[in-house]
């Protein structure tokens, strides 16, 4: 149940608390996936040039990197920012993470063996909490879309079965459900003007940047 996943979130946060010698930065690689819905193989890759500051008051930072042909960027706050520590030379990776992905996976099982966890689950499930946590916050299935770099809310709709896009109209009053015929009706295409931006970290109570996702 994706429901179950900001738990998890927060069992894996006390497990790093309290084992913090054994691979410390795989286990912040994985709450900086919760908090950003990036995934391990790009989070592997990055490196401190990757990490800027776009709010020196508010402390606002953002990451932008690139992948093949695919461009992630996304905001964070200074709370995550904790995550990654000191800042090193540009070209250092951020996190020291085990070269093989199995010695990962290996490592990764046995915290959720600590945490008394009974259904199977991976590093990149990581992803979920943060699209659980933004849908929540949001009922944009458009945000969670850009977010994630689907190309249509389809394949958003496909992996996560509670997402709809009657949500955010709704929420947004863009259809009204309480007409009298018991019909919906909408506004003009102004529906998706904005509906592709969001913000990062909603577990946070810092406001972010909207910076537009994966594109």
């Known amino acids: 149940d994706h429901r179950d996943l900001h738990k998890e979130y927060r069992r894996q946060r006390q497990m790093c608390i309290r084992d913090r010698n054994k691979w410390k930065d795989l286990k912040n690689a994985f709450l900086f996936s919760c908090k950003t819905g990036l995934k ?72 959720v063996k600590k945490a008394k966890i009974n259904y199977n689950k991976k590093f990149n499930d990581a992803i979920n909490t943060y699209a659980y946590n933004l849908y929540n916050r949001t009922k944009n299935i458009y945000r969670v879309t850009a977010a994630l770099g689907y190309t249509s809310i389809n394949k958003t709709k496909e992996k996560y079965d509670y997402m709809n896009e009657l949500d955010y109209l709704k929420k947004e009053k863009i259809i009204d459900f309480q007409t009298k015929e018991n019909k919906p009706t909408s506004s003009k295409p102004e529906l998706f003007k904005n509906c592709l931006l969001y913000t990062s970290d909603p577990a946070d109570d810092t406001p972010c940047v909207d910076l537009g996702g994966r594109r």
């Open 40 to 111: 391990l193989n790009i989070i592997q890759k990055l490196k401190w040039k990757h990490i800027h500051n776009i709010d020196k008051k508010n402390k606002i930072y953002y990451y932008s990197i690139n992948n093949k042909d695919t461009k992630y960027i996304n905001s964070f706050t200074k709370k995550t920012r904790l995550l990654l520590g000191q800042r090193k030379e540009k070209e250092k990776e951020i996190f020291n993470l085990p070269k093989k992905h199995s010695n990962k996976s290996k490592i990764f099982l046995e915290w």
